[in-house]
C-alpha cells in the first residue's frame, strides 16, 4: 500500500496510483471487539490483522488479496459464487470464447486469484455486523454487479461506496447480469444517505461531506445520459447492436483489451433496451435500431 489515511476508527488503506485499476483503495475498521477489512485489493496481505472481511462485490481487484485471510468472508447473496469461484466469475463477464483464455491469463498474470475462495458467506441488504463498539451496515447498491454493496460504518459516519467511484469515466455496466435501471436506482440510493466521509475504491478515494458527495454524484450520474445521447445520434441511421459496440459508448478508441468488446456489447444492449422502453428508439428492421423521429 502507498499510505493510510484515517477517519475516526476506519482507515483507508490507499492503493498505488491513488486506486486506479488494477489497484484499489481497501478498508480497515478498528472496532473494539473485531477489526474488519473490506475489499482487500492489491498490496494487502497478511501483515494485515482481520477478524472479519466484507467483499462488496465480484471483481478480480475486490478479492486479489482475500487469500491471505481465513477469517469468516462476508458479500452480497447475489454475489457469492463469482466471489467463490473465478470460473464463475469469469462467466460473469459475457465474454466471447475467443477472448476468455486472454482474460483469464491476464486476470492470472495481474492478480494471481486462486481457482476457489471456500466459506464465502452470503448475506442481505441491512445485515449489520457488530465491531463491538462500532457496527457495519451492508448497504445494496446493485447495477455494477447484481450484488454491488457498500459499507456504512456507525458511528464514524463513513459510507464505503466501493465502485459507485465518482470517476470520469462513469459507471460501468458491462457484465452479463448488470443493469443500467439498478445502476441509477443505487446512485439515488447511496445519496440519501447521510454521511461525514464517503469512501470510493478507486482514484476518488475519501469525500468528506454530503454536499460535495451529492454534488460528485450529480455529475457522475449524468454520464449514463450523456452515453444515451451519444447513442441517440448515432442511431439517426439503423444500426445493430454489434455496430452500437463498436461506436464504442464506454471506452476511448485507442483502447485495446480483451474484455472491452464484451463490455461495449453489454453495454450496447442495456442501452438499447432502456430507450425502446421509453419509446425513444424502436426496430427499423430485424436486428437493426433506429432513433424514433
Known sequence: MVS???FGAVTVLEGQERGAFPYGNSVLVAGSAQQLLIDPALGVDGSVRADAVVISHAHEDHIAGLRYFSAPVYTHHR????VASLEV?????GLDPADRPEVARIIDEQFGLPSRHH???GVDDGEVLDLGDRTATLVHLPGHTPGHSGVL???DGFFYVADI????????YGDLHSSVDDFLASIDRAGAIDARWYGTFHQKGVVEGADEFRKRLRAYREIIFRREERLLEFLTEP???????DYRLVYRPHVDAPYVSA???RTAQLHVERLVGVQQVELAEPGRYVRVR
Not at 454475489?79 to 463469482?82: F, L, P
Not at 467511484?165 to 460501468?172: K, Y
Request: charged fraction near 25%.
Open 119 to 121: 466459506g464465502v458467506q
Open 263 to 265: 463490455v461495449e456489447l
Open 4 to 6: 493510510d489515511r484515517v
Open 239 to 245: 444500426h445493430t447492436i454489434g455496430e452500437i459496440a
Open 153 to 155: 460504518i456507525e458511528p
Open 165 to 172: 467511484d465518482l470517476t470520469s469515466f462513469g459507471p460501468l
Open 89 to 93: 466469475l469469469l462467466d460473469s463477464y
Open 79 to 82: 454475489d457469492v459464487e463469482a
